[in-house]
């Protein structure tokens, strides 16, 4: 299978299958004799794991040791169980971080008087970090 025979069949970019391959996370494929990228059927296995890996948020670290877990199916499950609690613990602190987020950006919408731009509230909470009701919503990475 070429790369956009693959790229439609796991619902991947070319160029995300590109950067998997190169950080490892996707073999080296074969090649044909002019040297386009032919994949088997376990290609677009792993690529679907790895796409709703990180749909559910796995960094690509966790999701190159899950795949190497995968290589030994008589394993115990452990080392898996552990990191999808570890993953599990991070979108439940992202969530509170959004919550406290949503919170905080209401509370600058509710101060909003109308007016002009030089007595905007919520301009002056913007420039002034002091002005937020509490300190638990940034700088912190929220990405999802």
Known sequence: MTIGRISKAAGVKVTTIRYYESIGLM???????SGQRL?????????????????????????RDLIALQTTPEAD??????AARRQLANVRERIARLRALQSELERMVRSCEGGVIATCAVLASLA?????????HGPRDLAL
């Open 27 to 33: 073999g080296t494929p074969d090649r044909s004799e």
């Open 39 to 63: 994949y088997g059927s376990d290609a677009v296995e792993r690529l679907s794991f790895i796409r709703h890996a990180r749909d559910l948020g796995f960094a690509v670290d966790s999701i």
């Open 77 to 82: 499950c452990a080392a898996i169980d552990a």
């Open 128 to 136: 002034d970090h002091d002005q937020c009701a509490s300190d638990d």
